[in-house]
């Protein structure tokens, strides 16, 4: 007697479950580093992607190479992320062009390092806070009607957000992004708040389709990283437990994981990929 189980058995091939093709996706910050990273994830495996940052040599660049690539599209906008209007604009941009999102990634991101005694209000604080969590805030209420129309709970809208593994480390000063005697404290402070707030927001948006996590990198290429790199060159991989950083495959599993089927069930979470530099309880780690 065949079992009312196997009779329904869903397809569960790869294909199937980390199928993002036909999907749109907006990604801020997408002009470098892990925006890019995202944006080529998901153009390989045909979406229709929009990267947006203010710098658009860097965007019309990434743009290009994208659509060389292929199977999806990739478009810009140039956009600056730094206050309300500004996600504003950008979401009255995409709304011109597009009436349903899948995928939002909030991934544009600042940081800044300087002395304890003479960390700088407005540059380290206020832009690291307004960009790194403000930001976030606004740009998914502003896009938050086309990420849940047409969404059910088999096949929910998707808020990706950009977080850090600083955001649960408690050293300021020991860091790749920093020279030494300079301190981080805004920018682990605020990658903490993106975590909560990744929190509060799959709770704000579950009753809407959405799904709202956070990835936590660890050392990745990037611009923001580029100081570290300069600084302590292929002693940064050797510092890492399994003996390198991360790449852009590593990127994309995590990307098109949480914008597929694979993880329509998720939300809240807050995920590391660090490859194990949080638990070994790495002073290298971001």
């Not at 058995?9 to 199937?16: H, R, Y």
């Not at 605020?190 to 959405?210: D, E, F, G, M, Y």
């Not at 799904?211 to 050392?219: E, F, L």
Request: charged share 15%.
């Amino acid at each position: 007697m065949t079992s009312a189980y196997v009779e329904i058995i869903p397809d569960l091939a790869i294909p199937s479950l980390f199928n993002v093709q036909g999907k749109v996706a907006v990604i801020t910050g997408g002009g470098s580093g892990i925006g890019a990273m995202f944006a080529a994830a998901y153009v390989q495996n045909g979406a229709k992607v929009y990267i947006a940052s203010r710098k658009e040599k860097q965007l019309r660049e990434v743009s290009d190479a994208l659509n060389k690539k292929g199977p999806g599209s990739c478009h810009y906008v140039v956009a600056d992320l730094s206050n309300k209007a500004g996600c504003d604009a950008l979401a009255d941009a995409i709304k011109q062009k597009e009436s349903k999102i899948h995928i939002l990634v909030n991934n544009s991101g600042a940081t800044w390092g300087a002395p304890y005694d003479n960390f700088p209000e407005k540059e380290g604080w206020d832009r690291v806070l307004s960009l790194n969590v403000k930001a976030i805030f606004y740009l998914t209420a502003a896009l938050t009607e086309l990420l849940a129309k047409d969404s059910t709970a088999d096949d929910p809208g998707r808020v990706i957000n950009t977080s850090s593994v600083a955001a649960i480390t408690t050293v300021a000063t020991e860091s790749m992004l920093a020279t030494k005697g300079n301190g981080l404290w805004s920018y682990n402070t605020s990658k903490a708040a993106v975590n909560h707030l990744t929190s509060i927001l799959a709770s704000t948006l579950a009753p809407r389709c959405i799904t709202v996590n956070a990835i936590m990198p660890g050392i990745f290429p990037s611009k923001m990283t580029a100081f570290g790199y300069k600084q302590q060159g292929s002693s940064i991989a050797s510092g890492q437990p399994m003996g390198r950083a991360g790449t852009p495959r590593d990127m994309a599993g995590v990307a098109l994981f949480l914008a597929s089927a694979a993880s329509a069930h998720i939300t809240g979470a807050h995920i590391p990929l660090d490859g194990g530099a949080w638990v070994s309880r790495m002073k290298a780690a971001l």
